[in-house]
């Protein structure tokens, strides 16, 4: 039973070709025909043919176990080579990673290095301007010391010079306090004097224009003295001037009390520039009123108005509903000194005279702003 089986795998094995499969055949046969010579007792020829059988039977296994050798062989060097060749593949993956893995070492390592660099240069570049800024900051603060020590020489000379100044600003408004004092008591002297020279005087003209010299120095003087009380020694109210002139000048003539004031003056301050010519110019108008305008017992009123600013102008109006003057009077060619000096007082404000001569006689004055 296991030759046949053996017999039929030899038969049956691929790859085997047309000889290899009639040895396969003969081998079955002679197989069959020793069998047969066995039960028919022919033994002489079934031992032949077993032997036969036996001789052809090794020779196939031979050949069938150098074939399957062979095969076998074949199919380990295919192996083996293919085993290589997947080594060799394998080794140049290997390589190629090894290779990609020190060519991004090396790329890393340049990175790394140029990082480094840059980390150096940027270091250097910080701690340089870093130097820089110090020393920058070391030669501000040593300016900065040299500017400070600058400036409080110069704020102890400011505070000296400061001092000084006021100081010299209290000198300069003792002596011009001084000075207003000084001129008013002067021309209350030189009034004392005309007053003691008019005694011994029997001309009544030369006797009124002295009273009158002695008007027109009070109302200067009156001027200073205001200027004296005043705090800035520079300009006056002329308002409350006013109001003192008229007061002097009512004591001076010994109104009747028919007369009545009306007055209505802004609230002015002026220097002494503009103040004394205005003075006299109402000293003037308010002493021919009170002198001529009205008679004993009569009923007359004197205005004295001024309105407008010193930067927008002004305009003053000063007289009396008196009787005013004659129809045949020219002031234009008048030559009294009253009417001269008002003429000249306004020249000298340059304002521009208007004398009004219906219902008494007025002086009305525009007086231009002053820049």
């Not at 046949?4 to 790859?15: A, F, H, Q, R, Y």
């Not at 070709?17 to 047969?36: K, M």
């Not at 150098?66 to 394998?90: N, P, V």
């Amino acid at each position: 039973m296991i030759r046949s089986l053996m017999i039929l795998l030899i038969m049956v094995l691929p790859g085997r070709s047309g000889a290899q499969r009639g040895d396969s055949l003969r081998l079955q046969r002679l197989y069959t025909e020793s069998r047969a010579d066995s039960v028919a007792g022919n033994y002489l020829n079934a031992l032949k043919r077993w032997h036969a059988y036996r001789s052809l039977k090794d020779s196939l296994l031979f050949d069938y176990g150098k074939s399957q050798a062979s095969s076998l062989e074949r199919q380990f060097q295919t192996k083996k080579r293919e085993m290589i060749i997947r080594l060799k593949e394998r080794n140049i993956k290997l390589l190629n990673t090894e290779n990609d893995m020190i060519d991004r070492s090396v790329f890393q390592t340049k990175q790394i290095r140029l990082i480094i660099m840059v980390a150096a240069s940027f270091v250097v570049f910080i701690l340089s301007g870093t130097i820089w800024q110090y020393r920058q900051k070391m030669l501000g603060n040593r300016v900065m010391e040299r500017q400070h020590v600058a400036i409080l020489e110069k704020n102890i000379f400011l505070e000296q010079a400061a001092k000084e100044k006021d100081q010299l600003l209290v000198v300069k408004e003792l002596l011009i306090k001084e000075i207003h004092h000084r001129v008013k008591n002067n021309l209350q002297i030189v009034i004392s004097l005309l007053n003691t020279q008019s005694a011994y005087l029997n001309d009544p003209e030369t006797a009124a224009a002295i009273r009158q010299s002695q008007h027109r120095m009070q109302t200067i003087a009156l001027i200073h003295h205001k200027l004296y009380q005043s705090e800035s020694r520079a300009v006056i109210s002329f308002a409350d001037y006013v109001q003192e002139l008229l007061h002097y000048l009512r004591q001076s003539f010994e109104t009747s009390h028919y007369t009545r004031f009306k007055v209505s003056v802004a609230d002015i301050e002026m220097d002494v520039l503009k103040a004394v010519p205005l003075g006299l110019i109402i000293n003037e108008m308010l002493t021919n009123s009170l002198r001529h305008a009205f008679d004993v017992q009569s009923d007359g009123t004197i205005t004295v108005e001024l309105t407008g600013t010193i930067s927008q102008g002004f305009c003053m109006l000063v007289g009396d509903n008196g009787k005013g003057l004659s129809i045949d009077f020219d002031i234009n060619s008048c030559s009294s000194m009253g009417i001269n000096l008002i003429k000249k007082m306004c020249e000298e404000m340059e304002g521009i005279p208007v004398f009004l001569r219906d219902k008494g006689f007025f002086l009305k004055l525009q007086i231009p702003s002053v820049k």
